[in-house]
C-alpha cells in the first residue's frame, strides 16, 4: 500500500487476520500506519524509483491516496507490477474534470459543470444555469448571478481546493494555482450521502449500505449507516449508480461516490474515491466485513466479504485535535463513560482540528447512537476545557 | 507482550484501534506476531537478562503464554517492572498443584485431587475414590480400582503433560519428568465450559457469556458462545467462580477457567489460564469488546469494555494443519462458499496437527453456524483431499 495515513493503519488488522502481509510506503517513520506495519519502506511516494523498488516485494500495490503522479502509475505497470486500482481507473479520483467528462458520457447522474478558465467564464457559466430563472444582469461586475462551486480538477482534499464563488472577485483565486478549474452549479440538496461498493478484477463487486454523510467545510465529520429514513428506490439507485461507475471505470478495490440526494428526492454524484473511505469507517464494527478487509480481498483477487450490517444502525464521529495535545485523561473519560463505544486512534500526534480517530457505536437507537459518538468525539477533541 | 505466538498477534488489532503501542519479545523473526508488530524484539523468553532489556520499553508487561519462570517475574518485579498479571497470581496458572490447593482453600468447587509421589500413591488415591461405592481389591496390582487423571504439575499444555490411568503400569510415565504430579477423579462431565473474565489493577471485572468447549484429545476444537442450553443459573454460577478466582487470585488481565458441567447439573474447575485464550477467539467477532482488547485495557489499568455478544450465537473452530502445506486453493474456496464466515490466520507454516488459524460465524441459528464453520474448518485442514 502506498501511503502511510490511518487508511493504511487500519488496513493492518484486516490484512492480520486473513494471513496478508501488508507493505507500506511512506514518508516518514513516525506516519500513522509506519508504527504498526513491520514492513514499512520509508521513502518517496512521488518517486518512481522508490515506487518501483518498493513494489520488487508486492504482488499487488495499491493505494492510501490519490497523489502519486499518473505517469509513475502508467510506468509501474508497464513494468509488469500489478497496480489496483489500475492507472486508467484512479485518473477518474486524481481528476475531477477527467471524473465529470467520463460519467457525464456514462449518464451517470452529476451536477452541470464545465472546465473554465478565468473569472468571466464563471460568470458565463453561472448566467447559463440561471437563464431559465432569471436573466442575466448584463454589466452588473460584482455579483454573478447565482453562486458556483469551483474546484481544482487535481489535488484537493478535505474541502481543500473547493470554493464557493458568489461574486466575480471570489471566482479569481480558484485559477492562482495554475491547474484547470472545473465549475460546478451548487446543487440544493436535503443531505450527503455516500455509496462504498468494492469490485474484484474479475468484477465481483458488493455494495455497503447506503450511508448519511455529515459535512462542515468540505470535511466529513459524521456518518450514519445506513442512512436514515432513505427511500428504499432511492437506496437502490445509489447502489446501482455505484456498482455502475465501478464497472464502467474497471475500478478494483473500494470505490467510494459521494452523492447529494437533492431537495426534490434525486441523487448527483459529487466526488470519487477508489481506497477505503472515511465514509465507510463504520463497517469496521458495524458490518460483517469491513471496507478494509474487502479492499484487500478486491486487490487480491479474493473473493468478496459480505456487506451485511451487524445491527440497525452504527454511527461514526470522527475525532479532531483540540488545542490540548496531551489527551490521555479525556481518553479514559470515554472509555469509562461508554463501555459499549468503539475507540479507534490513529496513532497521530494531535494538533488543532487534524484527524486523530474516530468513534463508532452500533445499535439499535439511532438517536442514542448518534448522541454518544458525538459526546464522546466532542469530549476529546474539547479536552482542553477540562 | 512476552510471546510471539498467535495471541500475541490477535493482540495487535486492539492494540491499533486503541494507539496502543505493542512491543512482543519472541524468540524467531518469523513467528506469529513477529510478522505483524514492527516493535518486535528477538531473544529469549527464558532470559532474565533478555527480559529485563525487553522490559525497559514497556509500561506493563504482559504474556501470550504461562513458560517464563516464576523467579524471573519476581525478580523483574523487584526492580521494579510492572508485571500484570503479576508472578504471585500467574504463579497459578503455571503450577496445578498450586492451583488446587489455592482453590480448594477458597472453597471453589475442584474435582477431588492429590499430589503424589509414585504409582502406588496413585493407587491408594484410586482406592479412596472408591470406597463409598466399593472397595478397593487388595493385591491386584494391574487395575487401579478407578481411573485417575495425572498431570505433571508444571509445563503442560494443549494435551500435554495429562494422562488417564486405568492401571498401576500407566502410572509411571507421568513421574518420569522429575516434576510433582497431580492426581484428580476423572469426572464424569456432560460437557466442557469455559468462564473468560478481564480484572483491572483497580478491581474493575467483566465477565463474557459463559461457552462450551468441545475438546478432542484435550485440545479445544470448537467452541459455541454461549453455551446452548445452559441454565440461567449454572452460567451466572460459572461467572460467579471466574469472578471470585479473578479476585482472590488479585488477576489483572483475561483469566479463563475451565469448567467441567457434571452430569448432574454442577460446575467444577479444570484449568485456568491468565491470558487471552482459545475459548475466547470468537470475541474478536461476536462481542463488543474482544478478550484481546479487554486484555490490553486492563493490563493498562484503562476502563473495561463491554463483553456483551453481537448476535444470539458466535461458533469459532479451530483450523488445524493437514498433510498438504500450501492451502491456498482451499483458502479461496472457503472465502468463496461462504462470505459471510471469519477467517483468521496465524501466520504459521502448514504442519499436521498445527493450530494455524480459526474460522468464526456469528448469527442466530446455532446449528448452522456449528455446520458452516466446522465445514470451512474441516475443508482447510483436509485440503490434502483436493
Not at 474497471?250 to 437533492?262: C, S
Request: glycine share 8%.
Amino acid at each position: 500500500m502506498v501511503g502511510g495515513g490511518q487508511l493504511a493503519r487500519m488496513t493492518q488488522p484486516a490484512a492480520i487476520a486473513l494471513g496478508v502481509r501488508l507493505a507500506v510506503l511512506t514518508g516518514r517513520p513516525d506516519d500513522a500506519a509506519a508504527q504498526v506495519v513491520p514492513a514499512t519502506t520509508i521513502a518517496d511516494e512521488t518517486s518512481l524509483d522508490d515506487l518501483r523498488a518498493f513494489a520488487k516485494q508486492c504482488d499487488v500495490v495499491t493505494f492510501d491516496h490519490e497523489q502519486v503522479p499518473p505517469s509513475h502509475l502508467r510506468a509501474l505497470e508497464a513494468a509488469g507490477v500489478v497496480v489496483r486500482p489500475g492507472p486508467q481507473a484512479l485518473l477518474h479520483a486524481q481528476d475531477k474534470g477527467v471524473m465529470r467528462a467520463r460519467l457525464k458520457a456514462a449518464g451517470i447522474p452529476c451536477p452541470r459543470h464545465r472546465i473554465v478558465s478565468d473569472a468571466d467564464a464563471v460568470a458565463a457559466f453561472a448566467a447559463e444555469l440561471t437563464t431559465a430563472a432569471s436573466p442575466a444582469q448584463a454589466g452588473d461586475r460584482t455579483g454573478l448571478t447565482t453562486a458556483v462551486v469551483l474546484k481544482t480538477t487535481r489535488g484537493g482534499y478535505d474541502g481543500k481546493g473547493v470554493w464557493i464563488a458568489r461574486s466575480e472577485s471570489e471566482a479569481v483565486e480558484p485559477f492562482l494555482a495554475n491547474v484547470p478549474v472545473l465549475a460546478e452549479e451548487l446543487v440544493d440538496f436535503r443531505r450527503e450521502l455516500a455509496a462504498v461498493v468494492a469490485r474484484t478484477p474479475s468484477g465481483q463487486a458488493v455494495a455497503y449500505p447506503i450511508v448519511e454523510s455529515v459535512q462542515q467545510q468540505g470535511i466529513c465529520v459524521e456518518v450514519v449507516a445506513p442512512a436514515p429514513g432513505l427511500p428504499r428506490q432511492l437506496a437502490l439507485e445509489a447502489q446501482q449508480v455505484a456498482l455502475a461507475i465501478a464497472t464502467e471505470l474497471d475500478v478494483v478495490g473500494v470505490l467510494a461516490v459521494e452523492l447529494f440526494e437533492t431537495r426534490d428526492s434525486h441523487l448527483l454524484v459529487n466526488e470519487l474515491a477508489m481506497r477505503p473511505h472515511n465514509t465507510a469507517h463504520w463497517t469496521i464494527d458495524g458490518a460483517v466485513t469491513s471496507q478494509f478487509e474487502n479492499h484487500l480481498r478486491a486487490v487480491l483477487d479474493l473473493p468478496l466479504g459480505s456487506p451485511a450490517t451487524v445491527a440497525p444502525f452504527t454511527v461514526m464521529v470522527n475525532v479532531f485535535g483540540g488545542d490540548q495535545p496531551d489527551v490521555y485523561s479525556a481518553y479514559r473519560h470515554c472509555l469509562t463513560n461508554d463501555p459499549d463505544l468503539k475507540i479507534h486512534w490513529y496513532g497521530k500526534a494531535v494538533r488543532p482540528g487534524r484527524k486523530v480517530g474516530h468513534v463508532t457505536a452500533v445499535g439499535d437507537d439511532v438517536d442514542d447512537l448518534r448522541n454518544r459518538a458525538r459526546n464522546a468525539a466532542g469530549y476529546l477533541q474539547r479536552n482542553a476545557d477540562e
